[in-house]
């Protein structure tokens, strides 16, 4: 059964006319039927079976026929902050990250970056790289979609009080820490660039308390790594 994500409320015995994005997929692209079920869900947890109603040149209803509590998260709640990449490099880590459970994506700016966001096209490119992490709990079952916000400085966001207590930075060819991952399952990890974190920036993390966490003797391309470090994360915690 297909599954959508939907920005509008949902309640068991309503009909409701379909978003315009909706819409077009399921309608225009799937060339879906009246009677036809999908499963919708807004992020605000659980999950909706609802079944095509009426369809119209422009618009559609669907019928809000039961609700499932389900709830598919990850056993680790992890704020990424992710340096910046181009081109297919950061889509990927995007969606893989979000297919992994990750709770918020941070896109961070560095020393090595590769780009820069700029006005216009800012807003363009976050809708993008939001409408992928939709697109990747479309796809895995989850209920809840990851916030992906607008770039801050790394230096900034290490600082940041509002971060967890436990932090650790990927920091390939360092002297890495004791690692230890507590009991709490909330954590921050940051991953930097194609061309790796500065030495200076990783002082910087060090000094706000990012414990350097070096995964195996192969340095991982920016891409990769949070794959590699949310799901060692998922195994240790669903472990417990």
């Given at each position: 059964?297909?599954?959508?994500y939907i920005e509008t409320e949902l309640n068991t015995g309503n009909?409701?006319?379909?978003?315009?994005?909706?819409?077009?997929?399921?309608?225009?692209?799937?060339?879906?039927?009246?009677?036809?079920?999908?499963?919708?869900?807004?992020?605000?947890?659980?999950?909706?079976?609802?079944?095509?109603?009426?369809?119209?040149?422009?618009?559609?209803?669907?019928?809000?026929?039961?609700?499932?509590?389900?709830?598919?998260?990850?056993?680790?709640?992890?704020?990424?902050?992710?340096?910046?990449?181009?081109?297919?490099?950061?889509?990927?880590?995007?969606?893989?990250?979000?297919?992994?459970?990750?709770?918020?994506?941070?896109?961070?700016?560095?020393?090595?970056?590769?780009?820069?966001?700029?006005?216009?096209?800012?807003?363009?490119?976050?809708?993008?790289?939001?409408?992928?992490?939709?697109?990747?709990?479309?796809?895995?079952?989850?209920?809840?979609?990851?916030?992906?916000?607008?770039?801050?400085?790394?230096?900034?966001?290490?600082?940041?009080?509002?971060?967890?207590?436990?932090?650790?930075?990927?920091?390939?060819?360092?002297?890495?820490?004791?690692?230890?991952?507590?009991?709490?399952?909330?954590?921050?990890?940051?991953?930097?660039?194609?061309?790796?974190?500065?030495?200076?920036?990783?002082?910087?993390?060090?000094?706000?308390?990012?414990?350097?966490?070096?995964?195996?003797?192969?340095?991982?391309?920016?891409?990769?790594?949070?794959?590699?470090?949310?799901?060692?994360?998922?195994?240790?915690?669903?472990?417990?």
């Amino acid at each position: 059964m297909n599954r959508f994500y939907i920005e509008t409320e949902l309640n068991t015995g309503n009909t409701i006319e379909l978003t315009e994005s909706v819409f077009h997929h399921w309608v225009r692209v799937l060339r879906a039927k009246e009677q036809d079920q999908a499963i919708f869900f807004n992020g605000k947890g659980g999950e909706y079976i609802v079944t095509l109603t009426e369809i119209n040149k422009k618009n559609a209803f669907v019928s809000i026929d039961q609700f499932n509590s389900i709830d598919r998260t990850a056993p680790v709640k992890v704020i990424l902050g992710q340096v910046m990449s181009k081109g297919d490099r950061m889509d990927y880590a995007i969606q893989k990250a979000t297919e992994l459970g990750v709770t918020t994506i941070q896109l961070l700016t560095s020393e090595r970056c590769e780009m820069r966001l700029r006005y216009e096209r800012d807003q363009k490119k976050l809708d993008h790289w939001q409408s992928i992490a939709i697109a990747a709990c479309e796809q895995c079952g989850m209920n809840k979609v990851p916030n992906v916000l607008a770039p801050i400085s790394l230096t900034d966001w290490v600082k940041s009080a509002q971060l967890p207590q436990s932090r650790f930075v990927l920091a390939p060819n360092k002297d890495q820490e004791n690692v230890v991952l507590n009991s709490q399952p909330n954590l921050a990890l940051l991953i930097g660039p194609e061309g790796g974190l500065s030495e200076a920036e990783i002082d910087a993390a060090n000094q706000n308390h990012f414990q350097n966490w070096c995964i195996g003797d192969r340095v991982l391309r920016t891409e990769t790594a949070p794959v590699v470090a949310l799901s060692i994360l998922n195994y240790h915690f669903s472990t417990k």
